[in-house]
């Protein structure tokens, strides 16, 4: 049992950073590589071990470029008191005006709390907070 362990444990480690490289290609496409390389390294465990990391890592999105936090901080707009923590992650209800980023359609922006945030346009997910 104990070994079966540790082959779970060392399949997770392979599977990490090919997974998380391969970030960008989402979830499904993460799950794949992650179960192809977990079985590869550790058979039918690893495989299981592979997808669910793959997936998981696969969900991870790049930060946004410079260029669009520099867009964000130089845009004059006004700021909206939001009474919730204005942190990565959180979804912004539709009462908080969003504007779009020219040239970058995946990337929306806002200033809440006198905070600037660059937000994900179809979920409303805060990417990050500019300071």
């Keep these: 049992m ?11 480690a392979a ?5 998380y490289a391969l970030a960008q290609a989402g979830t499904v ?3 794949a590589a992650g179960a192809a390389t ?24 790049d930060p946004p470029p410079p260029e669009v936090r520099t867009y964000v901080v130089h845009e004059d707009r006004p700021s909206v008191t939001y009474e919730g923590d204005v942190v990565v992650g959180a979804t912004l209800p539709q009462t908080v005006e969003v504007y779009p980023v020219p040239r970058y359609k995946q990337y929306d922006y806002t200033v809440i709390n006198n905070e600037r945030v660059i ?5 409303r997910k805060v990417i990050e907070v500019v300071r």
Excluded at 2 to 12: F, T, Y
Excluded at 119 to 123: A, G, I, L, Q
């Design 38 to 61: 977990g079985a590869v390294v550790g058979g039918p465990v690893g495989a299981v071990a592979g997808g669910i990391i793959g997936g998981t890592m696969g969900t991870v999105a």
């Design 29 to 31: 496409a993460g799950a």
């Design 119 to 123: 937000v994900d346009p179809h979920t």
């Design 15 to 19: 599977v990490a950073l090919p997974g």
């Design 2 to 12: 104990r070994k079966h362990m540790l082959a779970l444990a060392a399949a997770a």
